[in-house]
T-cell receptor, first 113, second 111 residues
Framework: NAGVTQTPKFQVLKTGQSMTLQCAQD?????MSWYRQDPGMGLRLIHY???????DQGEVPNGYNVSRSTTEDFPLRLLSAAPSQTSVYFC????????????FGSGTQLSVL | DAKTTQPNSMESNEEEPVHLPCNHS???????IHWYRQLPSQGPEYVIH???SNVNNRMASLAIAEDRKSSTLILHRATLRDAAVYYC????????????FGPGTRLSVLP
């Protein structure tokens, strides 16, 4: 049972480039979410999904797109990367939208030059 | 959203108990108190949660004040592996309610 898997672990982009951070879970969880964590700070919610085909914005959605075509996958897209998006990104899932227990991936360290 | 207040940092000696406080004076009746921790270079992990009664599990204990305006996470015997940032979070088990992570408490464990 792999849990929540994030790829890549590290990525360097130039300003204006696009990329997709991948997140997959094998626990049949309905709820999935993306957070970013800047140095010395807590996590801030970017986007979340309560099921396939349903997504919604979190606290800091600007500059990011998401989609949820399957239960397992919840990719995060940066359409035109900016230095302000340099951060560590975490994907998390939970059994249901009201469930208490979040399971996190190991994170993607993204640097935008 | 109800907010929580935690000390920025705490220190403990190895093999001694640790009491991590959290204040949440504006907690609502439906808010559960959750604790997560984040080890260095890892994603957060669930520790414990509760509503009104004290809770115990293999990782820790959660003591909740009678008026629910504060709570304490108790690590009974700190190990070096417990050095982490600990987050206290309030969340109502309602559709659309997300987890809001503050800066947390950075716990250092001294050998």
């Amino acid at each position: 049972n792999a849990g929540v898997t994030q790829t890549p672990k590290f990525q360097v982009l130039k300003t204006g480039q696009s990329m997709t951070l991948q997140c997959a879970q094998d626990m049949n969880h309905e709820y999935m979410s993306w957070y970013r964590q800047d140095p010395g700070m807590g996590l801030r919610l970017i986007h979340y999904s309560v099921g396939a085909g349903i997504t919604d914005q979190g606290e800091v959605p600007n500059g990011y797109n998401v989609s949820r075509s399957t239960t397992e996958d919840f990719p995060l897209r940066l359409l035109s990367a900016a230095p302000s998006q340099t951060s560590v990104y975490f994907c998390a899932s939970a059994r249901g939208a009201t469930n208490e227990k979040l399971f996190f991936g190991s994170g993607t360290q993204l640097s935008v030059l | 959203d109800a907010k929580t207040t935690q000390p920025n940092s705490m220190e403990s000696n190895e093999e001694e108990p640790v009491h991590l406080p959290c204040n949440h004076s504006t907690i609502s009746g439906t808010d559960y108190i959750h604790w997560y921790r984040q080890l260095p270079s890892q994603g957060p992990e669930y520790v414990i949660h509760g509503l009104t009664s004290n809770v115990n599990n293999r990782m820790a204990s959660l003591a909740i004040a009678e008026d629910r305006k504060s709570s304490t996470l108790i690590l009974h015997r700190a190990t070096l592996r417990d050095a982490a940032v600990y987050y206290c979070i309030l969340r109502a088990p309602l559709y659309g309610q997300n987890f809001v992570f503050g800066p947390g408490t950075r716990l250092s464990v001294l050998p």
